[in-house]
Nanobody
Framework: VQLQASGGGLVQPGGSLRLSCSAS????????MAWYRQAPGKQRELVAN???????SYADSVKGRFTISRDIDKNEVYLQMNNLTPEDTAVYYC??????????????WGQGTQVTVSS
């Protein structure tokens, strides 16, 4: 199983970006998908996750600005980021809890995509 993230880049404060992450390989089910981020000198933190039934949760710092969504058929997760600030600058990683044929679940990580918010 592999996760491939894309969509990062350089954006001005107040701008928007949409991140995408696609899971590929032998996938029987996905329990949850999430986005994390890690800024220079800081620990990796959970930004948002989406679970079965499309239940979502967000870090307080992004509530009202970021939206996580998921395409179950495509095994993809998205992060729409609006009203970006320099504090959102980080490497963003996608994460998925994926089950195999024997219903054993494992956590997988994507390679990270850089988001830089600067004027």
């Amino acid at each position: 199983v592999q996760l491939q993230a894309s969509g990062g880049g350089l954006v001005q404060p107040g701008g928007s970006l949409r991140l995408s992450c696609s899971a590929s390989g032998i996938i029987f089910s996905i329990n949850s998908m999430a986005w994390y981020r890690q800024a220079p000198g800081k620990q990796r933190e959970l930004v948002a996750n989406i679970r079965s039934g499309s239940r979502t949760s967000y870090a307080d710092s992004v509530k009202g600005r970021f939206t996580i969504s998921r395409d179950i058929d495509k095994n993809e997760v998205y992060l729409q980021m609006n009203n970006l600030t320099p504090e959102d600058t980080a490497v963003y990683y996608c994460n998925a809890d994926i089950g195999d044929a024997e219903r054993r679940f494992y956590i997988y990580w994507g390679q990270g995509t850089q988001v830089t918010v600067s004027s």
